[in-house]
């Protein structure tokens, strides 16, 4: 069983817009129906959306390689500790980061650094702290970022 139709599995862009039509429910289903782990159960239809969007495009990612490499989506768990969302509107524009394993992704592309992920957006130099406002980080948190 399923709950992405099968004409969308393996086409990213398919699979992505039935997340987004997708309800609380749908996407429990479609959690369920893909990994063994079970869903986070506190995370609302949103953030789950995005959890689901960012998994599926990992296991897309990597088999595209042919391999299947660590990451922070292996484990509910790690995968809820891990995930860090970043959020600025700049010129107009919405721009969303999220903190993975390798460093900071935004759209599409993976920075070592929120500083090069505000450098990318701005076309200057910015502590990425600043720039998402993000300096109520406590130090324990920040080191985390910095891994």
Do not use: C
């Amino acid at each position: 069983m399923t709950s992405l139709l099968p004409e969308a599995l393996g086409n990213i862009d398919a699979e992505l817009a039935i997340l987004t039509a997708s309800d609380r429910n749908q996407l429990i289903a479609i959690w369920q129906a893909r990994w063994s782990d079970p869903p986070p159960l506190v995370l609302l239809a949103p953030k789950l959306r995005r959890l689901i969007a960012y998994r599926l495009q990992l296991a897309h990612e990597h088999a595209g390689r042919g391999s299947r490499a660590e990451s922070p989506a292996d484990s509910t768990e790690s995968m809820t500790e891990a995930l860090m969302i970043f959020r600025r509107t700049w010129k107009g524009v919405e721009h969303e980061v999220v903190r993975v394993s390798a460093g900071f992704l935004h759209r599409g592309k993976t920075y070592r650094s929120l500083s090069a992920v505000a450098r990318a957006i701005t076309g200057t130099r910015w502590n990425g702290l600043v720039f998402f406002s993000a300096t109520h980080l406590g130090g324990a948190a920040r080191r985390r970022l910095a891994r």
